[in-house]
């Protein structure tokens, strides 16, 4: 499949590389071209057959968004226990419940993610959920792509099984894909971590895990091991491949030397830590430092939903609280969190950014909406203005998976959200 | 105009009553009958004859949402000036560029402003800006309510002037009405504010301002006239006719004593409070004391949006991390502010909720969007995840201005676009 986008504003986010008016040519699944509008011989020149060519009607193409943490099948659990701190939410209410579901279940829950990922401009999620492979299959049907996060914890899987999944789940096709990580230090013995560590090291596999998420969680490892989940982690040979943290709420200067130290990112979760009142991650203190961040929903349950547009302007406006500065965090840095930064933390380095060779993931916005006019600074009016209803196109892998507010052939919501609903029911009652 | 709205879920906002399955009736502007589905016989005994029905398909109909405090004309300044505290924001980029705007300008801009609120499910804004005629005209003129404050301060308007708007605002027609207030303590003289509530007691009228909204202007007014801004207008008996504060981010104990004393309406703007980095206003402390919150986007200068699903998000968010309680401010009491509350402080006291007599200010929520399932608390999903892509219909006064994506008849958005670029282009060069 061969598409022409043509008519265009493009964002490429590549490093210090401003919109211009042009096109881009996608050969299959990657660029084959991006730059200024070309005439009629010079396209002729390019020799490329084109099965669809689209008019953007000067909206902004630009690489489409990426959460880099989120729990997919917990879309089952939206709006199922609100207004619980995260421990009582957790254990009372997700933990018992999830105890309960099925692998199909698993399934069904993620296909409703992968349709608010879709229309969402989201075409890859870095996944934390029980029963992987069916987690994956749900998002790589539904064409989006899938980088799984290890969740091992004192209540399983066994390494055995974690070694098997990650042989089996690292695909090398760009849809399925997995790395090391784990739950959380409260949820794993000193030894589980360090067999983590181990295996980590001997596949040769970054490390990402849900880290300093909570004042409550870094104190009481403090109290359990004389220091910070991230100075624990990386007492046991944790990050010798680098990684990430999830969350990094609280992070004290020697967390933040131990991540600079690896080349590390922090994945910070504005809305979750918003909704669950964990806190504000000191997104400036990391930018200074030279931190990398990505941005992930976390789950459809603490969040509550999966929108990279609300996060966007909570990354940006959170930082504005936290450092009483209406300066912190500019639009320009957030763009490149949910999109750049996102893609490399999750090993998929060539959905980074609209280059020539790079993966045809893209997103257009919808400039023609009342949110986005006049148009006095675009890159601004995403991050600060934009919404979901400005998503006109989803492509990942040169195939468009939403357009005008449709999904592909052959995907139906109709029948998804009645089997979510249903899968639901059996559990409520 | 008669319309049928049937087969809905019905949200009546009325004290204490859930949500329940049922239809609407609409004889002219007003609700006819609300409540559990009609056979054909009952239906026919209540002898209207509708010109439309429409199969709500099990969608929630509640009343619209109600914008209290906004600024509607600054859509032309979005993104115009981003990260910039509020003082630096008002007196370097906004008030210069306020003072070449053109009374037609301000009309386009407003029209602008009309296409968000009524695509975002709003159907009267609280709007507080110069040539309030013009703004009014350009909301009407979309179908959309206008309830003006007048902005009065010390560089204008006269005092005779506010007193011919405030008589030929106030037109009595459900669509254009005008409420006493002033800009702020900071651009007003004592001797203004003294003359602004004599006039405010003369004409029976509310008054509303910006008050609080940034520690600078609490602690500026305190070292100006030695107690706060809530203080010093109450001894110049500015709230009589009670009346409310826009922001309202840094009471004291005092100021609340204040507005609960004359059951004054505390204004909430998180997104701008967000992005100005001006503060976290203390809901919870005012829900507690008694004291009615209502909701305004702010103008689209300093939020950058008028989304009220946004503002709902952070109403509650915002509380949470305030309080660091995740059970702070639950959506219920959100959903109130957001309708119910804001009707009423706006004068509205028929656009509240949906019951037999009121007017039908009526928006649909889609509930067949990925966000909104699988469907396990309604109200809190609205609240948690709710976007504007959820907004399927926006009735006003009877007539649908926004369903299924599209504007009624004869408003052609593209128009009002290229109208707002081109007036922006002759400020910006």
């Known amino acids: 499949m061969n598409t022409r986008l043509y008519n265009a504003r493009i964002l490429t986010m590549e490093e210090g590389k401003d919109l211009f008016d042009g096109e881009i040519l996608i050969e299959g699944n990657r660029i084959a071209y991006v730059g ?10 390019k020799g490329i057959k084109f099965d669809k060519e689209i008019d953007c009607k000067r909206n902004v193409l630009m690489p489409s968004f990426k959460d880099a943490h989120t729990h997919s099948a917990m879309t089952g659990m939206r709006s199922y226990a609100d207004d619980m701190p995260l421990w009582e939410w957790l254990s009372t209410k997700i933990f018992p419940l999830e105890a309960k579901l099925t692998a199909d279940d698993m399934y069904e829950f993620t296909r409703l993610a992968a349709l608010e990922y879709v229309s969402g401009g989201i075409t890859a999620a870095f996944d934390m959920y029980m029963n992987p492979e069916y987690c994956a299959r749900a998002l790589n049907e539904m064409g989006v792509r899938y980088v799984g996060c290890c969740d091992i914890n004192k209540f399983g899987p066994s390494l055995e099984e974690v070694e098997r999944r990650y042989k089996v789940l690292n695909k090398n096709d760009g849809f399925t894909s997995y790395i090391m990580g784990f739950h959380a230090e409260y949820t794993c013995t000193k030894e589980l971590l ?9 596949l040769g596999s970054p490390v990402f895990t849900h880290n300093s998420e909570t004042r409550k969680e870094v104190d009481e490892c403090i109290e359990r091991h004389g220091c910070t989940p991230t100075q624990l982690f990386e007492s046991l040979g944790m990050f010798e491949n680098g990684g990430g943290g999830y969350h990094c709420v609280y992070f004290d200067d020697k967390d933040i030397e131990i991540f600079k130290k690896h080349d590390m990112t922090v994945v910070t979760n504005p809305g979750s830590n918003t909704k669950l009142a964990s806190g504000i991650a000191p997104i400036s203190k990391y930018l200074s430092e030279g931190i990398k961040v990505a941005i992930g929903t976390d789950g459809p349950s ?18 504005k609280l936290h450092d009483m500065d209406a300066a912190a965090v500019v639009p320009a840095e957030v763009m490149k969190m949910a999109t750049v930064n996102g893609a490399r933390c999750m090993g998929l380095n060539d959905s980074d950014t609209l280059s020539e060779g790079k993966l045809a993931d893209i997103i257009m916005i919808d400039l023609e909406q009342p949110n986005m006019q006049p148009i006095n600074n675009i890159v601004d009016n995403i991050v600060y203005s934009g919404s979901k209803t400005n ?16 999904y592909a052939d052959g995907v139906d919501p109709e029948v998804i ?3 979510a609903n249903e899968m639901m029911a059996k559990y409520k009652e």
Chains 1, 2 share one sequence.
Do not use: P
């Not at 998503?391 to 449709?406: A, Q, S």
């Open 194 to 202: 360090q067999s983590i560590s181990d295996m980590a090291k001997s």
């Open 36 to 45: 200024r509008s070309l005439s009629a011989d010079e396209l002729a020149k």
């Open 302 to 319: 603490s969040n509550n939903c999966l929108d990279m547009f609300r996060e966007m302007f909570l990354v940006t406006g959170l930082a």
């Open 391 to 406: 998503i006109k196109m989803t492509m990942c892998d040169g195939k468009v998976l939403f357009m005008d507010g449709k």
């Open 417 to 419: 959200y009645a089997k």
